[in-house]
């Protein structure tokens, strides 16, 4: 009897314990055909994590768990009208000290007005200035302290691997330097008048590397709005440049002795070159840029005050140019030397574009700048999948190359560029330029020259 009661309580145990599982399995089963279910059907992405919460200001260091330095706890106030430079400066440097890669947090819904400023390096590589709300200058040159520099805003110098990154804004507040009347056609009766004309670049980046530049908006600067010198290895992706098609210098992105350059996914419209690139730089890929109303994309100038410039490996491809002065632009410099070579512009659209494709060696910005021997030699220039419409106020093609120092190498192919209005077609424009056609153009181009000219052989000025 004992004997069978014990084997119906092991029987009863092991039959609860076999439900037990049973329906635990089932219910981790269930679970998991759930969310794959959810996971499927969702078209949507998770939204992004939240900024960190702000620090406790009781703490007195501005810093947080999450390595975030939130600008408001070293003081800054974020209401457009007073200066907050101190406490951006405090943040600087408390967060490049930092052991660990840190964030400097420039909140949304904030508007945080500073003076020119220098943030220096080195700091811990990683850093991340990120900026959500608005970042402003003084309004205007009267507003402008006279111990600061007028040629530059915000600099970073001597920074490696940090992004300057976020969905604020930075706003230049250009409108008064744009009038002053020493710029283009702002003095007495449309004139340009003599004196003293700095105007400052928004944002520098000078002696850095490893930088990252995502998704800011940039509105009106004074004058460059992004400038790299003596940079390397520089992304920039998905920015929002805009400033009226009249504004003075404004040129959306220079690089000047940089190298290693990408520029991708982002929209320019200014008052000058959406981007240009100056001496020193090579390694250079330009993709995806939506650009105009604007001065196009500018290799130069190059050659001023007869100096030396070398520029290579530079490429502008998938992109569209609209109503804009030039669309793919070489310009350089009477009695400069050098050379320019090994540049490619692919797969471009132009829309209402007044020189679609442009080299021009006789750059100058008045009328009165005399011949000269020497010049940067251009070569090695290929055009293909060029496509669209021209202002006919000007040829779609005009290669205008030095007297002594012909242009060598220029490839077309695949180029169709008809009028924006009515139906007369300008022809292609060349003076002392060699190259040839790999498939048929439109318009035809029968201007250029074959073969290498001996000048160009007996020519060692233009190496680099």
């Known amino acids: 009897m004992e004997h069978s009661r014990l084997s119906l309580l092991v029987f009863g145990i092991s039959f609860i314990c076999f439900f037990l599982c049973t329906q635990a399995r089932w219910h981790n089963h269930t679970k998991h055909h759930k969310h794959n279910n959810n996971h499927r059907s969702s078209t949507i ?7 960190p919460e702000p620090a406790d200001p009781s703490d007195g260091s501005g810093y947080n768990s999450s390595g975030v330095f939130d600008v408001r706890n070293f003081g800054a106030i974020g209401d457009g009208i007073i200066d907050d430079t101190d406490a951006f400066k405090m943040a600087w440097d408390a967060a490049c000290n930092q052991v660990d890669p840190a964030v400097i947090l420039v909140p949304y819904g904030f508007d945080f007005m500073i003076q020119s400023t220098i943030f220096s390096g080195p700091c811990k ?67 340009t008048m003599p004196g003293p004309c700095d105007s400052p670049t928004a944002i520098r980046f000078f002696m850095s590397s490893n930088l990252t530049i995502h998704g800011l908006k940039i509105k009106n600067s004074p004058q460059f709005n992004i400038r790299f010198d003596n940079c390397k290895n520089v992304h920039v992706d998905s920015i929002h440049i805009t400033a009226p098609a009249l504004s003075p210098n404004t040129d959306g992105i220079h690089i000047e002795n940089t190298n290693g350059v990408g520029i991708y996914n982002s929209v320019i419209s200014n008052g000058d070159d959406c981007v240009s690139i100056g001496s020193g730089c090579f390694d250079v890929d330009i993709e995806n840029i939506t650009c105009g109303p604007s001065h196009g994309i500018s290799i130069g100038s190059l050659g001023n005050h007869n100096s030396r410039a070398c520029v290579s490996n530079i490429t502008v491809r998938d992109s569209v ?13 009477q009695g400069g030397s050098g050379a320019v070579s090994g540049i490619t512009f692919s797969n471009i659209h132009m829309d209402n574009v007044r020189n679609p494709i442009i080299i021009d060696q006789f750059y100058c910005l008045t009328k009165r700048c005399a011949n000269q021997t020497s010049a940067v030699s251009v070569s090695e220039i290929l055009y293909e999948n060029i496509k669209g419409t021209y202002n006919i106020r000007s040829p779609p093609m005009h290669f205008a190359c030095s ?13 169709e560029l008809l009028p924006a209005e009515g139906y007369s077609v300008r022809d292609p424009y060349c003076w002392n330029a060699y190259g040839d056609s790999q498939t048929l153009t439109i318009p035809p181009v029968s201007c250029l020259m074959e073969g290498i000219p001996g000048s160009i052989l007996n020519n060692d000025m233009h190496y680099c």
Do not use: A
């Open 321 to 333: 140019i609209r109503v804009s002065d030039n669309g793919v632009r070489i310009k350089t410099w």
């Open 45 to 51: 992405s998770e939204p992004p994590t939240p900024p």
């Open 403 to 415: 007297d002594s120092l012909p242009c060598t190498n220029i490839t077309l192919s695949d180029v």
């Open 125 to 191: 590589d990683g850093l991340v200035f990120q900026v959500d709300g608005t970042l402003m200058p003084p309004d205007g040159p009267d507003s402008w302290p006279q111990k600061n520099s007028r040629r530059q805003w915000l600099v970073f110098y001597r920074i490696n691997e940090m992004s300057l990154q976020g969905g604020g804004v930075i706003y230049g507040r250009g409108e008064k330097w744009w009038d002053l009347p020493c710029k283009p056609h702002k003095g007495i009766n449309g004139t």
